[in-house]
């Protein structure tokens, strides 16, 4: 009897690690035959809708700028914050394909096979977005193409940067200037999909050497007296996608540390609705003081006799509106070697990654602080 090679064996042996492993499915009929649909370890189907993405880095140069003018600062700092948390999609993602161009022939009859395997290298790719007032995307990409080539003159200047460098000897913060390049230009994002516990990587792609194509002028300013609707708008990018073991393990790690229940940072992912402090709870006047305690019965309440028993300790407090729920108990780890949870790959990934999980707080440190 012939032995199947599936996904699942394939993946313990080494294969798309950090990647969801799927389920053994040898033992179902699936459709053949009488469809057994009381069984629904079967259709542990595949479920699109749950897209992310981190940016990376940022163009040197841009965080020079930033470094030296707030209005600049402003502008990216509110672009990077956009497209992490209001990302909506992602078009133009290559396939994988095969090219039959190997022919075999007897002189009557022939054959074709698959002798070339390609994927794209430096591919379009665009971003989907809703355009906030004050046209923060538009700008951010305005400031990026006209800085790396004037459009009138089609020099490159990084908007004084190149200048101060040359003609001023201004070295802090500037390092793109002293040293203008491709190098200097490009954004780094790591795209990724998860299932639908959003726990576990269904695919992830690294997209190196980003650059921005378009500032989407002709979305935004025409249009027509009366025409008010909300600016929907694709930002275009060139990119290398990288996909591998290391990718996927790198993209794993980033979304634990996102679930992580001790994250304390902006990049935490809340998805139990019953555990968010909306900040129209705290209007509300609801006591939620008590952080040790955040679910208990007020103690003027009796569940026994279902009234209240004590109306002099009845009270509201205003909380911090802006304050999400924290759950402070312990994520899984180990102990004398063992795991201790089912997620012990949490193990550090948080504590290692404190305010800097990807694009880090010194994000507007000039580049001459880093290379």
């Known amino acids: 009897m012939a032995t199947h090679n599936t996904a699942t064996s394939v993946a313990n042996s080494g294969a798309f690690k950090g990647l969801k492993t799927p389920r053994e499915l040898l033992n179902y009929n699936l459709m053949r035959g009488v469809t057994d649909f009381s069984n629904l370890k079967q259709w542990d189907l595949y479920e699109k809708g749950y897209p992310f993405l981190v940016v990376v880095s940022i163009p040197d140069f841009l965080k020079d700028l930033a470094a ?4 600049v600062k402003t502008i990216v700092n509110n672009y990077v914050h956009i497209l992490e948390n209001d990302f909506r999609g992602i078009d133009n993602i290559d396939n994988i394909t095969g090219e039959s161009g190997g022919e075999i022939s007897n002189g009557i009859r022939s054959i074709q096979l698959i002798n070339k395997v390609t994927k794209a290298s430096n591919s379009n790719f665009s971003l989907q977005y809703y355009e906030r007032s004050g046209s923060i995307l538009t700008k951010a990409h305005e400031l990026y193409l006209t800085g790396i080539k004037d459009p009138d003159t089609q020099v490159k200047h990084y908007h004084g940067l190149i200048d101060d460098w040359v003609f001023k000897g201004i070295d802090g913060p500037n390092r793109s200037g002293s040293d203008p390049g491709p190098h200097r230009e490009c954004f780094t994002f790591m795209y990724f999909i998860t299932d639908n516990t959003m726990t576990k990587i269904e695919r992830a792609f690294l997209i190196a050497a980003c650059q921005p194509t378009t500032a989407n002028y002709g979305d935004l300013y025409s249009g027509n007296k009366g025409d008010i609707t909300f600016a929907e708008i694709s930002l275009s990018f060139n990119g290398f996608f990288i996909n591998n073991d290391y990718v996927y393990q790198k993209a794993e790690d980033m979304l634990l540390a996102m679930r992580n229940p001790k ?6 992912i809340i998805v ?23 679910f208990a019965t007020p103690n003027y309440w009796s569940e026994s006799e279902g009234r209240v028993v004590s109306s002099d300790d009845m009270k509201t407090v205003i909380s911090d509106p802006t304050a999400a729920y924290v759950d402070s108990t312990d994520a899984p780890g180990t102990s004398n070697g063992k795991p201790t949870g089912d997620l012990d790959v949490y193990k550090n990934v948080v504590s290692s990654m404190q305010s800097k999980e990807h694009l880090t707080d010194d994000t507007y440190k000039t580049s001459g602080d880093n290379n």
């Open 263 to 268: 994250n304390l940072t902006d990049s935490r």
């Open 272 to 294: 139990d609705s019953n555990n968010f402090r909306y900040s129209a709870i705290a209007k509300a006047g609801v006591d939620a003081g008590n952080e040790t305690d955040k």
């Open 68 to 71: 030296r003018d707030d209005n």
